[in-house]
């Protein structure tokens, strides 16, 4: 079976003028001439990406898309029509995010966070930035303490909601963020309790991070964050000032700067620290 939306590793069947069909066994696909690798016969093996063309006919192509069938990934929008947006996908014809799959307006030059799903009407691949209903939410495989790739796509009244391994949605509160993220940034993350409800709290740091991260150290960092990512003070700095500034000695601004330091969240500079 000739699976939409996915790479297919299929048989090259017969040379005719539109292009090379290819098939598995059952069913039959055209690989349009200008997608056909050079040197390409009859009986070889070829890797495409199956999708529907604007009248509905499968077809293949040797390029690659950057999201394929329900994954979920960050699409930047180059177009806009009376029905919907267009998505740049990596393929020759972008990919219809239509008005009622879009969580809010976009605007061309948007980038927004989708998932790539089957149209119910066409069975056209269509984007949908409702990412919610297409996440898992019984049947969690995690333990606190797991290593997981997070998605982050959108940020909530507690913090920042993440699609967990393409299949999960989890919450990282603003408590645990430690430096700047952005929606649609890919990140390492971690469980940090997987609730009765099963509702996942994450964490951007491994779970014995927190213990490194006193009170002091929680009072720089956010010094820095409203400052636009710099605080100009230093070892250099007068001891009134940090505590002018912070209300804490010397001694504990340099101790938080160094914490801060050894986690790669900050920059030490000539004239002040600046956050990754």
């Known amino acids: 079976m000739i699976h939409l939306g996915k790479r297919n590793t299929l048989t090259a069947l017969r040379l005719t003028p539109p292009g090379m069909f290819l098939g598995d066994g059952r069913d039959e696909v055209l690989l349009p001439n200008k997608y056909i690798p ?22 293949a ?7 394929e069938l329900y994954e979920f ?15 740049d996908w ?8 239509p008005l009622s799959e879009q ?9 927004v966070v989708v998932c790539v799903v089957p149209d119910v009407e066409t069975d056209r691949l269509i984007a949908t930035a409702k990412v919610g209903q297409y996440l898992e939410y019984d049947r969690i495989p995690y333990q606190g303490g797991q290593q997981v790739d997070l998605l982050i796509y959108e940020r909530s009244d507690l913090g920042y909601n993440a699609i ?4 999960y949605r989890g919450l990282i509160y603003f408590n ?9 940034e890919r990140v390492t993350g971690y469980i940090k309790l997987v609730r009765p409800d099963k509702a996942i709290d994450l964490s951007l740091q491994p779970l014995g991070y927190a213990r490194n991260i006193d009170q002091n150290t929680e009072k720089v960092l956010e010094a820095v964050k409203s400052r636009d990512g710099f605080l100009p003070l230093t070892d250099s700095s007068d001891p009134a000032q940090i ?3 912070l209300g804490m000695s010397k001694k504990n601004f340099k101790k938080a700067v160094g914490a801060l330091y050894r986690e790669k969240i900050i920059r030490i500079e000539d004239d002040g620290i600046r956050l990754l």
């Open 38 to 59: 050079e040197g390409l016969a009859e009986g070889d093996a070829v890797n495409v990406f199956v999708y529907r063309d604007s009248e509905d006919r499968l077809i």
């Open 90 to 97: 990596g393929l020759e014809k972008d990919l219809l995010l």
């Open 73 to 87: 990934g960050l699409l930047k929008v180059t177009a806009i029509a009376p029905f919907g947006a267009f998505l």
């Open 243 to 245: 505590y002018a500034e």
């Open 61 to 67: 192509t040797t390029l690659q898309p950057a999201l």
């Open 103 to 111: 969580s809010r307006p976009v605007r061309e030059g948007d980038e």
């Open 164 to 167: 967990i391994d393409n299949h």
């Open 176 to 184: 645990e963020v430690f430096r700047p993220v952005r929606i649609g």
